[in-house]
């Protein structure tokens, strides 16, 4: 990075980035294009000097730095783009201290490079944390590096060609010019040493005639020099010419010569006096940075103070449609007269009226194309700069489209997940989610199960078209003679496009005189007809219909139209199957609660509502039966999991404590334990909530009209109970055991009370009580107040209130099933047990039946 031309071109471009507001302008930017938080502008020589940058620390801008811990030299060195999306695991960059501190987390940088591919700095942004960076984020940084460049180079120029002036005002000043005396008789000519080596001659060389000098003149300019000595000769008056000079050794030298003509004293010119100067690196700069202007991609045009065209560049003249030759000289709003009223035209005139340089973008409908337009004022007129951006906008705008379409598919797809089951209402919202995105209008149609098509949605952009929309969604399958569109998509399962003359088409097949009204009336011009399909089935049809103001959908719309109807296939294919199932589980379900059976103990109700489609059905079963001393066994429970595998396994749990229970003839708690060994024993992988409670009689209790309650609470919420006159109680002493399926060995609780006539025992599922983000005391409290304000209606009447006033969560099964012991109004006793397992042992229910929610040990 050290050799000398390079340091030396890098050190020519310092003075002109220094405080130069077009370089700060254009880093600020690629900040906004880029939409990156810094960006910065090194220039390279024997260090790393900042000379620009945008949302740089405070006085970065100026500092310097050593070259080895530099990252825009790292760049500079790498030869192209060097792009780091993540600089800390990046082995070229992660040791440098910008990368070590954390400054730095994502770079991207491109080389500045100048004439003979010298890289002399480094256009880079960074962010400090990292981030991807994009072929396009690289390919515009590289065409902003390039407005960089020039812009310094032009500045550079300027300088320079400055200082040639001040050189040669100095010369002028101190008569440090060559001078010749030439008798126009003779053609003899004296040259001082000076103008002697202006022309290559060795200093007192002997030049005897003025051909001899003007031989060295360079042969295309002899015709101007010619022309302009006779001019001054023949009206005896001052002589100025600007022409090149081949030296011996082949290079060459621009000089500038001025002189006057001397008369006889009759009058004719008989001799030129004058001096001449070199104007050689003024004349390079000059026309280098013509060449610079001429050649650079951004279109150049300069007015003066009249608004009359100066100059314009080989890009200017694709910008605005005209030659140089044909527009300089030309005032501007007289050659573009559609542009001073437009916003060129504003824009250009409020930055002369204000002095400061403006930035907008423009179309030329002239040449088709937008512009983005730098309008910079002088003293003298103004400088536009003119960029075409029209494939950027192009870029922007399809990148633009493609979120769009990309947003579309994912609120399509939301919109089908939100639904989950409730599917067929979400596919008919769809002609609403792809109208405009995709079409002027829209059907969606489904197939039924007996095979025809039935309309379930439509919509059109225009709402005072709807109503024909609707009227021809209602009529236009009626006495079809021959395959319409979407008959052609449901057979071939393959999208069906209609590129032109839509309507004709449909007005070709269609028989309803109202479907042919509403089609005229829609006129559609192109269509595009998909197939719902999920694993090679066919069920429903989406249509998407343009009017003759917009074309056919392009290749990216008609490819996520397709994306579209593949997920609304795949959602109503889900919402078939769980259908299935849920019908499959719910008919188990319902299929095994059968109504209860006449009990002496009394009179037993029973309610089970399965859970709402946005779920589904579970694992919650009732039972009730006699066994064989008699006893009326009740039985709630309530199988993990939430499908058919949990329908079953309540099926087999459900048939293995009714076997249990009736073989054994046991009580709640042994009838529990059999069940955890059957469930060990036979491998049923599952796991359930249940209470198993028992009614019976001794002789004495039948006598006095008493029944005693035992049962055992394996993980279930508990029952409760209602007196003759009211009163509402959890039941006390209810003790609640582990799950069964967890531990087969595990002891079994059970608990008893003596109940009178005209009591009421509730055993329930969770479902009843629990809401979403309540807790169980809560859910148990809002089940016991219920049931108090029940407490008087007609068994069956009191279950269908307590549905209505409980209003069960929908994602979860409910059931529950009571048990009314025949009416005498009489206290309910209770008995407290705290004894082993399968041991019974009075308990005592409190006077306060409205106290603690739960009671027992």
């Known amino acids: 990075m050290a050799d000398l031309p390079r340091t030396a071109a890098a050190a020519r471009l310092l003075p002109a980035a220094g405080g130069n507001a077009a370089v700060a302008r254009l880093c600020e930017r690629v900040a906004r294009l880029l939409l990156v938080p810094s960006v910065q502008l090194s220039l390279l020589t024997d260090v790393e000097i900042v000379a620009g940058g945008a949302g740089l620390p405070e006085g970065s801008i100026g500092s310097e730095g050593p070259l080895d811990v530099s990252l825009c030299a790292a760049a500079a060195a790498f030869g192209g783009p060097l792009v780091i999306s993540d600089a800390k695991d990046d082995a070229r960059v992660a040791d440098l201290p910008p990368i070590a501190s954390g400054a730095v987390g994502a770079y991207l940088g491109v080389p500045l490079t ?57 010369a002028s000043d101190a008569t440090g010019l060559g001078s010749f005396d030439w008798d126009l008789r003779t053609d003899r000519v004296s040259m001082d040493e000076r103008l002697q080596t202006l022309f290559g001659y060795a200093p007192g060389e002997l030049v005897p005639h003025i051909t001899a000098a003007f031989s060295r003149i360079h042969p295309e300019d002899r015709p101007t020099v010619d022309a302009a000595i006779a001019a001054a000769v023949e009206a005896v008056g001052d002589y100025r010419a600007e022409f090149r000079v081949n030296l011996p050794g082949g290079q060459q030298r621009w000089l500038v010569v001025r002189g006057r003509a001397v008369p006889s004293t009759s009058g004719p010119s008989v001799q030129l006096l004058g001096t001449a100067y070199d104007i050689t690196e003024v004349r390079t700069g000059r026309d ?66 204000t002095g400061e340089p403006v930035e907008f973008e423009s179309y030329y409908p002239h040449v088709d194309s937008w512009y983005e337009v730098r309008a910079v004022p002088a003293p003298d007129g103004m400088a536009l700069y003119l960029l075409d951006i029209t494939a950027r906008r192009a870029d922007r705008q399809r990148a633009e489209a493609a979120t769009t379409l990309l947003e579309l598919v994912a609120t399509v797809s939301s919109g089908l997940a939100t639904a989950a089951l409730e599917t067929d209402a979400a596919v008919a919202a769809l002609a609403r989610l792809v109208v405009p995105a995709l079409a002027d209008w829209c059907l969606v149609s489904l197939v039924d199960d007996d095979g025809s098509l039935r309309h379930v949605g439509c919509w059109h952009v225009d709402p005072d078209l709807l109503p024909a929309v609707e009227a021809f969604a209602a009529h ?10 979407v008959h052609r998509a449901r057979r071939s399962r393959q999208p069906v496009i209609t590129a032109h003359g839509a309507m004709a088409l449909a007005l070709d ?166 069940v955890d060994a059957a469930i060990e024993g036979l491998q049923v992988a599952t796991t359930a909530t249940a209470i198993v409670a028992r009614l019976e009689q001794t002789p004495s209790e039948r006598e006095r009209g008493a029944t005693r309650l035992r049962w055992s609470n394996a993980g279930h919420p508990p029952p409760m109970a209602i007196d003759a006159d009211g009163n509402v109680v959890i039941l006390p002493g209810s003790e609640v055991d582990l799950l069964l399926g967890f531990e087969p060995r595990t002891s079994r609780i059970q608990s008893e009370i003596t109940l009178d006539q005209g009591a009421t025992v509730l055993l329930y599922t969770d479902g009843l009580i629990e809401h979403r983000g309540e807790d169980l005391d809560t859910g148990l409290a809002r089940l016991r107040d219920t049931l108090r304000e029940l407490a008087n209606l007609p068994l069956d009447k009191l279950c269908d209130e307590l549905l209505l006033r409980m209003k069960p969560a929908a994602d979860d099964d409910v059931a529950f099933i009571a048990v009314r012991l025949p009416a005498q109004h009489q206290p309910v006793h209770s008995h407290d047990d705290n004894a082993p397992t399968g041991d019974t042992v009075e308990r005592t229910l409190p006077n306060d039946t409205r106290g603690s929610a739960r009671s027992g040990p």
């Open 509 to 674: 097949v269609l028989q309803s005189p109202a479907a042919i009204a509403a089609i005229t009336q829609l006129a559609p011009e192109s269509s595009v007809v998909l197939p719902l399909v999920a694993h090679h089935t066919v069920l429903g049809v989406l249509t998407l219909c343009r009017g003759a103001a917009r074309p056919l959908m392009s290749n990216e719309e008609i490819t996520t139209a397709g994306e579209v109807a593949a997920r609304a296939g795949l959602a109503l294919d889900n919402a078939r199957l769980y259908a299935e199932q849920r019908s499959l589980a719910e008919g188990l379900q319902r299929l095994v609660l059968a109504d209860p059976p006449e009990s002496n103990h009394g009179e037993i109700a029973v309610r089970y509502v399965p859970a709402a489609e946005l779920a589904a059905v579970g694992g919650d079963w009732f039972d009730a039966f006699c066994q064989p001393d008699g006893a009326t066994t009740l039985v709630i429970g309530d199988v993990v999991g939430h499908d058919t595998a949990a329908a079953a396994a309540m099926v087999e749990v459900r048939g293995l404590l009714r076997g249990i229970a009736w073989h054994t003839g046991s009580g709640p708690a042994e009838v529990l334990r059999g």
């Open 114 to 170: 100048v004439g003979g591919g010298a890289a002399v700095g480094a256009l880079c942004v960074f962010d400090d944390s990292a981030r991807p960076w994009s072929d396009h984020d690289v390919a515009l940084l590289e065409q902003l590096a390039g407005a960089v460049i020039a812009e310094l180079e032009l500045s550079a120029l300027s300088v320079d060609y400055e200082a040639s002036r001040l050189l040669w005002d100095l």
């Open 288 to 353: 280098q940075a013509a060449h610079l202007r001429a050649t650079m991609a951004t279109g150049f045009l300069s007015v003066d103070g009249q608004w009359v065209v100066t100059h314009l560049n080989a890009a200017g003249e694709r910008a605005v449609g005209m030659t140089a030759q044909e527009l300089v000289g030309r005032e501007l709003w007289e050659a573009f007269p559609d542009l001073e009223g437009l916003e060129f035209g504003l824009q250009c005139k409020g930055a002369a009226a």
């Open 476 to 485: 236009c399958l009626e006495d079809v003679e021959q395959p319409a569109a």
